[in-house]
């Protein structure tokens, strides 16, 4: 799993938004982020699009964790409830695979428990492996 972790800090604009990857496996990922004041929109609510950059390093690993190289191919969201402070977790797992497409649903949750926003995303599975001990 560290190997992972490591491999998902490349993700620089993921990074950047200050986003943790907490747990990978193949087909499932775990991430946070905690709300600071660069993800907030003009009405003080967490931005749309930190919350779908949240959603996606978590649909990343979880696809890109059964170590076949993944790239999404569809991905949409919907916003449940304005996540205003605290800690968000998103959670992915995999709902189907196949050798060439993968889908997924991604909850992002808050610190109460609620939901925020949920996610649905597809992946299409290259030909080739990925080496995360190079990470």
Known sequence: MEDLKRFFKKDKFAANTGIELLEVSPGYAKARMEI???????????????????????????????????????ANISFVKAALN????AEANETSI??????YTVNIIDDEGDLVATFQGMVYRKKFSLDFSEA
């Open 98 to 103: 196949n050798p060439k497409i993968a889908t």
């Open 36 to 74: 600071e004041e660069k993800h907030r929109n003009a009405l003080r609510a967490v931005q749309g699009g930190a919350l779908f950059t949240l959603a996606d390093l978590a649909f990343a690993a979880a696809s890109n964790a059964h170590g076949t190289a993944a790239v999404g191919i569809n």
């Open 86 to 89: 605290g800690t968000l977790t």
